[in-house]
């Protein structure tokens, strides 16, 4: 495929019905069954993903009981790649279940998705669904993308066990933080771990410069990535060099991954750990035990959070119905139904660990964590906002390497250099 076509020009040649020509070489992917009467789903909750087992569990029950088939076609990270070039031949998924960030989020505005605000009421799904996850999964023009679906809660863990050993408590500011890494590494144990060479680590290093923005100048900053011109941006970059230096992270912290974070974290190594909600269903009892679940410590001096911050946002995994499944309607509204009835959701919840955009009261007492993590509330903790919802798609894996960099030994002003320079392509 020639790379000066664009992935605009793609998808709107591929709506025009003129994709053939575009495609040679591509590899696009067939769904497995075309067969009448089928549903071809795309899903990401698949593999050891959280909730892939009791999602599977789930199509096979609507399947028992309809009689009407359901072809799972499975991808992980690569999900949006997949199904663009899917689209363009043709060939795509009925229904995706993939998260709202980077690619996706124009897909709807291509075409690529059929909008679905109409279907919400027809297919009595909208008092279902937590209103603010509709917002946040409605675009500029009023096109709701996607059926929300699972949801992000993304606090942060502390083993009290090892704090005692240190004799320290969970921090509620930067100041403590920095002492109670002190007192932690001097017993011989990491203070926080995160995966620093990829996502995780990047979430963490956004987290951090939230700490001095107001909602509306963190939407601006990343959107654009201009972090020189905001002051505040600036002093965000400058707090986490200061935590860095101060040791606050774990000894080659930038080599870690959101998998390592977790393992040093669970084999109790570290006793800090930033991890949404999904990863904590996997943390064993006995560790489970140890833990209290809360916030990252706000800045002792400068900051605009009134409490220890929480990434907290609905751009988990959404429903989407491509250009295709749009012939399907009357196919995929029972298994969109299905998905959204209170079995299935009471499922994902106790069986999984997931945050569900359904409006629910059940809480899973087999994922302590979780449930610890669903209940803390606004006094306790400042939710801040999962920058991937205004992230320039061509930005997204370039900021990953400039967060990594962040990691090490580089000063405030290099950082924000690399960081600008991740947006040069958008």
């Not at 790379?3 to 998808?11: A, G, K, N």
């Not at 669970?266 to 833990?291: C, D, F, Q, Y």
């Amino acid at each position: 495929m020639s790379h000066s076509i664009s992935r605009r020009t793609l998808l709107r040649a591929a709506i025009g019905g003129v994709a053939a020509p575009l495609l040679a070489g591509c590899g696009a992917l067939t769904p497995a069954s075309r067969r009448p009467g089928a549903l071809s789903v795309h899903t990401q909750l698949s593999g050891a993903v959280a909730g892939a087992t009791v999602f599977a569990d789930a199509v096979a029950a609507y399947e028992r009981r309809t009689g009407r088939p359901v072809a799972l076609l499975k991808n992980g990270s690569d999900l949006p790649i997949v199904f663009e070039t899917s689209s363009l031949a043709g060939a795509e998924a009925d229904v995706a279940l993939v998260n709202l960030q980077g690619r996706t989020l124009s897909w709807t505005g291509l075409g690529a998705t059929i909008p679905l605000t109409g279907l919400l009421d027809e297919w009595g799904l909208r008092d279902k669904i937590i209103p603010e996850a509709l917002a946040e999964w409605t675009d500029a023009d009023g096109n709701l993308r996607a059926f929300p679906f699972t949801r992000t809660n993304w606090p942060v863990s502390y083993n009290t066990r090892l704090l005692e050993q240190a004799g320290a408590q969970i921090p509620t500011t930067s100041d403590e933080l920095i002492a109670v890494a002190d007192a932690l590494r001097s017993k011989g144990i990491g203070p926080v771990t995160v995966g620093g060479s990829d996502w995780s680590g990047q979430k963490m290093f956004l987290q951090v410069i939230q700490g001095f923005l107001t909602a509306d100048e963190a939407k601006r900053v990343f959107g654009s990535g201009k972090l020189s011109e905001s002051p505040a941006a600036v002093a965000g970059v400058e707090h986490f060099v200061e935590l860095r230096d101060a040791g606050v992270f774990v000894d080659d912290v930038q080599g870690y991954t959101s998998d390592s974070e977790l393992t040093q974290f669970n084999t109790g190594k570290a006793a800090i750990v930033p991890a949404m909600s999904s990863a904590l269903a996997k943390v064993p009892a006995e560790r489970a035990r140890e833990v209290v679940v809360g916030g990252w410590p706000k800045p002792s001096r400068g900051g605009v959070l009134a409490h220890p911050s929480v990434i907290r946002r609905f751009n988990g995994h959404g429903i989407w119905i491509s250009r295709g499944g749009a012939d399907k309607l009357d196919l995929i509204k029972p298994f969109v139904q299905h998905l959204y009835s209170d079995e299935v959701i009471d499922s994902m919840i106790l069986g999984s660990g997931r945050d569900m955009s359904r409006i629910t009261d059940t809480v899973s007492e087999d994922f302590p964590l979780v449930a610890q993590a669903s209940r803390l509330t606004d006094q306790q903790v400042s939710p801040v906002m999962l920058p991937d919802l205004v992230i320039p798609q061509s930005a997204f894996e370039p900021m990953i390497q400039a967060t990594a960099a962040a990691y090490g030994p580089i000063p405030a002003e290099r950082i924000i250099e690399v960081f600008e320079r991740a947006y040069a392509t958008v």
